[in-house]
């Protein structure tokens, strides 16, 4: 097979791309892309052999081209993944792949008729090695019948809401930009399917400045075997990012700490929990880039399969529908 050549649409976290392309051997970044002149130049010295532009489009209609990163700002995924995918493109897209049910729809019809095209997203979460060893503990019965979960998106980044790109384009979801990661997460971890959403936000962390947008948003998960779940958005929290995360079944509890996870196996207080130290989170953000690639030259499956980034946008999209409702609603999987 011939080496894939690929193209990078955002300079942002799209520049940890470079690395996880470049570093497989059936792979050559060929073009980056960055409407910014500076970040575009800054990037480009590092890579003099790449070529460099400031359209998208360039990348998204080159014949040349096999594989194309989209890591824009989030109003911008679904037209390039749209003229990506008319123009034969393998996709790599970070979270989300669209902002609207409407556009998912699109995408879904657009990579049914071309399902030999991969499409793939950033949930980087699912390679964690301390994650990674919960959902083998998981299947392999260790924690009996799950019942309960708890997932923090913990950003604690405020003024990246406040003064960055985030608060100046149309809309900007707290969900779609954090939550997704954590419904993602207890989707792989579960194996189970949501059915029912709720979902309630605030603004008070990031009262007065010139962020329109929820900060804050807490949803409640219902899944299709009983197990209910609630997942958080924080954007504006006073603590440094970190993801929070309790898993609750009836053999076992497993509770996400900073340096270890606590794994409790008993009620009494008396008996210390044992102490899961696999690194958290433990895994560069050019990882699944990697994989993407072995996926498509049929090396290795794809962590995060276009079935996978499907249902992930399904939930999370439902949580938005809730969240303008104001009352539950059933999702729909596209």
């Known amino acids: 097979?011939?080496?894939?050549?690929?193209?990078?649409?955002?300079?942002?976290?799209?520049?940890?791309?470079?690395?996880?392309?470049?570093?497989?051997?059936?792979?050559?970044?060929?073009?980056?892309?960055?409407?910014?002149?500076?970040?575009?130049?800054?990037?480009?010295?590092?890579?003099?052999?790449?070529?460099?532009?400031?359209?998208?489009?360039?990348?998204?209609?080159?014949?040349?081209?096999?594989?194309?990163?989209?890591?824009?700002?989030?109003?911008?995924?679904?037209?390039?993944?749209?003229?990506?995918?008319?123009?034969?493109?393998?996709?790599?897209?970070?979270?989300?792949?669209?902002?609207?049910?409407?556009?998912?729809?699109?995408i879904r019809e657009l990579s049914k008729a071309k399902p030999h095209l991969r499409i793939s997203s950033n949930l980087i979460l699912r390679r964690s090695p301390r994650f990674m060893q919960l959902r083998?503990?998981?299947a392999a019965g260790d924690f009996g019948h799950l019942y309960y979960m708890e997932a923090d998106y913990e950003y604690g980044r405020l003024e990246k809401i406040t003064q960055g790109w985030r608060g100046q384009i149309e809309y900007y979801s707290a969900i779609l930009g954090g939550a997704v990661h954590m419904i993602d997460l207890l989707l792989w971890l579960s194996r189970d399917t949501v059915t029912e959403v709720s979902a309630w936000?605030?603004?008070?962390?990031?009262?007065?400045?010139?962020?329109?947008?929820?900060?804050?948003v807490v949803c409640l998960l219902k899944f299709n075997s009983g197990l209910l779940a609630k997942v958080t958005t924080n954007l504006g929290c006073v603590k440094p990012h970190f993801h929070g995360l309790k898993i609750f079944g009836t053999q076992a509890t497993f509770e996400n700490g900073p340096a270890?996870?606590?794994?409790?196996?008993?009620?009494?207080?008396?008996?210390?929990?044992?102490?899961?130290?696999?690194a958290y989170p433990g895994v560069p953000k050019d990882e699944l880039a990697y994989n993407f690639?072995?996926?498509?030259?049929?090396?290795?499956?794809?962590?995060?399969?276009?079935?996978?980034?499907?249902k992930t946008m399904s939930v999370c999209l439902a949580a938005e529908r809730s969240l303008a409702q104001g009352k539950a609603v059933g999702v729909a999987y596209y």
């Open 1 to 106: 097979m011939k080496r894939l050549r690929a193209g990078i649409i955002g300079l942002g976290v799209g520049e940890r791309h470079i690395d996880g392309y470049q570093r497989h051997p059936g792979c050559e970044v060929a073009a980056i892309c960055d409407f910014n002149d500076e970040t575009l130049r800054r990037v480009g010295a590092l890579y003099p052999n790449i070529s460099r532009t400031t359209r998208a489009e360039e990348i998204l209609q080159d014949p040349s081209i096999d594989v194309v990163s989209i890591a824009s700002y989030d109003n911008y995924h679904f037209e390039q993944i749209e003229l990506g995918l008319q123009h034969d493109k393998h996709l790599f897209v970070e979270k989300p792949i669209c902002l609207y049910d409407w556009q998912l729809a699109r």
């Open 136 to 138: 083998q503990m998981i």
């Open 201 to 216: 936000g605030n603004r008070i962390a990031s009262e007065n400045t010139a962020f329109r947008f929820h900060d804050f």
């Open 260 to 278: 270890h996870a606590n794994l409790y196996k008993s009620r009494l207080a008396e008996t210390p929990p044992e102490q899961l130290t696999a």
């Open 293 to 310: 690639i072995q996926s498509i030259r049929a090396e290795a499956p794809a962590a995060v399969d276009v079935e996978d980034v499907f």
